[in-house]
C-alpha cells in the first residue's frame, strides 16, 4: 500500500520562487513515486500581497490535486502553516519555505529515515549566506534558546522536519502563539539529524523582519520557559535584601548619632531606578498575562478566504 506525505508551504511575497520551486517538487515527486511515495501539496498563501496567488493558480491548473488555501491577511507564518496543518491527510508531514533557501532535494533523504522507522527527523543547519546581521542575530537567538529555554536544541536551528503523522494532534491543539518548531522537539521524539548549508535567497526580499523575528523570540521565552518569571522574582528578592541591609545600616548609624543629610541626586537615582525595574516587571508579567487572554478568548489563529 503506497504512502503519503504531506507538504505544508506558507507563502508570503514569493511569486518569484514558486515557478522554481514547483519544479523541484515535481521532480521531487518523480523519484518519491519510484519508491511508492505519493505527494500531497499544500499551498497557504498568507496575505501576500504580489502575484503570489496566480502563481499558485497555475501550479493548480498544472497539478490539479495540488490544495491552496488563501488567507484573508497576513497572520503570520505560525498561524498561516497551523492552518495548512488542518488539511494534512498523509502518513507523515514537513513544512518547507516558499524561499527555496532550504533546498527542497533533502525531502528524500527525510522520507528515507522516515521508512526506516523515524518518526521525527530534522534538517539542522551548519551554516548560512544570510546578511551579516542575520547572522548576528541568529547566533545571539539561538545563545539565548540554549541558556534559558532549551539546553539541547540544535545548533543553528531547523526549520525542515519530517514527522510521523502521530506528532500532528500535538501541534494542531497547541497554543496561538506556540513555535512550532520548537514544539516539535519540545515533544521528545529523538530526531534524526541531517546537516545541510543554508544558501543565499535569489528570488525577491525576506519579509522576516527585525519586528517579527523579535516577536517570535519573546513568544518562544514566555511559551517555553519559566526563566522570565524566576529572573523577577531573583530581582525582587535582591533588592529586598539590599534594602533590608541599607535599612539596618542606617538604624545603626541613628543610634550613633551619624545621621547624613540624604543628597537629592541619590535619592532621585533610586527611586529611578526601582520604578524602572517595577515597570519592567510588570511588563514581563503583563506579557504572560496578554497570552493567557489571547488563548481563552477563542479567537482564531487564522481566517480562511478561499480553498482552492
Not at 523519484?31 to 502575484?51: P, R
Not at 494534512?88 to 518547507?96: A, E, H, K, S
Not at 522520507?111 to 518518526?119: D, I
Request: one cysteine or more.
Amino acid at each position: 500500500m503506497k504512502k503519503k506525505i504531506s507538504i505544508v508551504i506558507p507563502v508570503y511575497f514569493n511569486a518569484g520562487s514558486l515557478p522554481p520551486l514547483f519544479e523541484r517538487l515535481q521532480a521531487i515527486e518523480s523519484q518519491l513515486a519510484s519508491i511508492e511515495m505519493e505527494v500531497e501539496l499544500i499551498f497557504v498563501d498568507d496575505g501576500s500581497g504580489d502575484s503570489s496567488l496566480s502563481e499558485l493558480l497555475r501550479i493548480k491548473k498544472s497539478r490539479p490535486e495540488t490544495k491552496i488555501v488563501k488567507l484573508t491577511r497576513n497572520f503570520g507564518v505560525v498561524h498561516a502553516t497551523k492552518c495548512g496543518l488542518k488539511f494534512v491527510t498523509g502518513d507523515c508531514f514537513m513544512i518547507l519555505a516558499a524561499d527555496l533557501q532550504d533546498p527542497p532535494e533533502l525531502i528524500i533523504q527525510m522520507v528515507a529515515k522516515w521508512q526506516t522507522g523515524s518518526k521525527f527527523t530534522i534538517c539542522q543547519r551548519i551554516s548560512r549566506e544570510d546578511p551579516f546581521l542575520s547572522k548576528i542575530y541568529s547566533a545571539l537567538f539561538y545563545r539565548l534558546l540554549h541558556t534559558l529555554v532549551m539546553s539541547d536544541y540544535p545548533e543553528g536551528g531547523y526549520d525542515m522536519a519530517l514527522m510521523d503523522k502521530s506528532l500532528l494532534p500535538h501541534i494542531l491543539h497547541s497554543s496561538k502563539s506556540m513555535y512550532t518548531p520548537l514544539l516539535a522537539y519540545w515533544l521528545g521524539y529523538k530526531p534524526e539529524v541531517i546537516s545541510y548549508h543554508r544558501v543565499k535567497r535569489e528570488h525577491g526580499k525576506s519579509r522576516w523582519t527585525f519586528r517579527k523575528k523579535f516577536k517570535a523570540f519573546v513568544d518562544i521565552m514566555l511559551g517555553f520557559s519559566v526563566t522570565p518569571i524566576r529572573l523577577i522574582s531573583a530581582f525582587g528578592a535582591i533588592i529586598a535584601s539590599l534594602s533590608f541591609i541599607y535599612g539596618i545600616v542606617v538604624i545603626f548609624n541613628a543610634l550613633l548619632g551619624n545621621v547624613p543629610v540624604a543628597g537629592f541626586a541619590s535619592l532621585a537615582a533610586l527611586i529611578s531606578f526601582l520604578l524602572g525595574l517595577v515597570i519592567i516587571m510588570l511588563g514581563i508579567i503583563g506579557e504572560y498575562l496578554w497570552r493567557i487572554f489571547d488563548e481563552v478568548n477563542k479567537r482564531p489563529e487564522a481566517v480562511i478566504d478561499e480553498v482552492y
